[in-house]
């Protein structure tokens, strides 16, 4: 009862495009959900997410779970979870991706779940790491440890959307490190973030994790962007 008088005063509104929730709606109305484009990377292992790594790292699996546009539910959602503080976006997201990644047979392997990190500067300005609610909903899901000490951002930047392709890239490959042991050594990592751009941020996290002997790398975000 006390619940329903709060949802008078204080309705649940979608995260994707901000209309009143009903009562068996959670977080994304069912519109949202319908017309959210899925990417469905995982029932494609040579998708266009494992593409963008060619040459560049290698990679055991990558993918996301949805596509992202400009002004789109998407866009939305990822500014809502990252800058409003509506961390119930990442629990959601990760509960639903989960089902996917479920059957991929080359995430079998994986022995723990790596959040690219925030700086412990910009954590303590925003007070959480935007996938660190995916990432918990995930280790639940998929019965997977997750690991958010391992990898270290060292360096302090300004938020990536306002930076231009160069400002992304320039200097990367210094921001991250790794702090590890042996008994970290020939794991297969699972590094998850919110949106592949670029990847330069993924890619230099990677290289961080392929410090570690016999270490093997997948990635796994909530959405791609996509042109």
Same mark, same amino acid.
């Given at each position: 009862?006390?619940?329903?008088?709060?949802?008078?005063?204080?309705?649940?509104?979608?995260?994707?495009?901000?209309?009143?929730?009903?009562?068996?709606?959670?977080?994304?109305?069912?519109?949202?959900?319908?017309?959210?484009?899925?990417?469905?990377?995982?029932?494609?292992?040579?998708?266009?997410?494992?593409?963008?790594?060619?040459?560049?790292?290698?990679?055991?699996?990558?993918?996301?779970?949805?596509?992202?546009?400009?002004?789109?539910?998407?866009?939305?959602?990822? #500014?809502? *979870?990252?800058?409003?503080?509506?961390?119930?976006? &990442?629990?959601? +997201?990760?509960?639903?991706?989960?089902?996917? %990644? =479920?059957?991929?047979?080359?995430?079998?392997?994986?022995?723990?779940?790596?959040?690219?990190?925030?700086?412990?500067?910009?954590?303590?300005?925003?007070?959480?790491?935007?996938?660190?609610?995916?990432?918990?909903?995930?280790?639940?899901?998929?019965?997977?440890?997750?690991?958010?000490?391992?990898?270290?951002?060292?360096?302090?930047?300004?938020?990536?959307?306002?930076?231009?392709?160069?400002?992304?890239?320039?200097?990367?490959?210094?921001?991250?490190?790794?702090?590890?042991?042996?008994?970290?050594?020939?794991? #297969?990592? *699972?590094?998850?973030?919110?949106?592949?751009?670029? &990847?330069?941020? +993924?890619?230099?996290?990677?290289?961080?994790? %392929? =410090?570690?002997?016999?270490?093997?790398?997948?990635?796994?975000?909530?959405?791609?962007?996509?042109?």
């Amino acid at each position: 009862m006390f619940e329903s008088i709060i949802n008078l005063f204080f309705p649940k509104v979608c995260s994707g495009c901000s209309s009143f929730l009903l009562p068996y709606e959670n977080v994304i109305c069912t519109v949202c959900r319908h017309d959210i484009p899925l990417t469905n990377h995982h029932l494609n292992p040579e998708n266009d997410a494992f593409k963008k790594f060619y040459g560049r790292i290698p990679v055991i699996h990558t993918s996301a779970l949805f596509y992202f546009h400009k002004k789109g539910i998407v866009q939305e959602l990822i #500014h809502n *979870l990252k800058y409003k503080g509506h961390e119930e976006i &990442g629990t959601i +997201l990760g509960e639903w991706y989960a089902e996917d %990644l =479920k059957t991929i047979d080359l995430l079998q392997s994986v022995d723990e779940i790596i959040p690219v990190p925030l700086h412990r500067r910009k954590l303590k300005e925003r007070g959480y790491n935007q996938v660190t609610a995916f990432g918990k909903a995930l280790s639940s899901g998929l019965n997977i440890d997750y690991n958010d000490s391992i990898l270290v951002r060292n360096v302090y930047s300004k938020t990536q959307s306002k930076k231009n392709l160069l400002g992304r890239t320039e200097g990367i490959e210094s921001t991250f490190d790794v702090s590890f042991t042996e008994k970290d050594h020939n794991k #297969h990592f *699972l590094l998850i973030d919110d949106v592949i751009t670029t &990847g330069s941020t +993924l890619e230099a996290c990677s290289r961080a994790l %392929l =410090k570690i002997p016999g270490a093997k790398i997948s990635i796994v975000c909530m959405a791609m962007a996509q042109s």
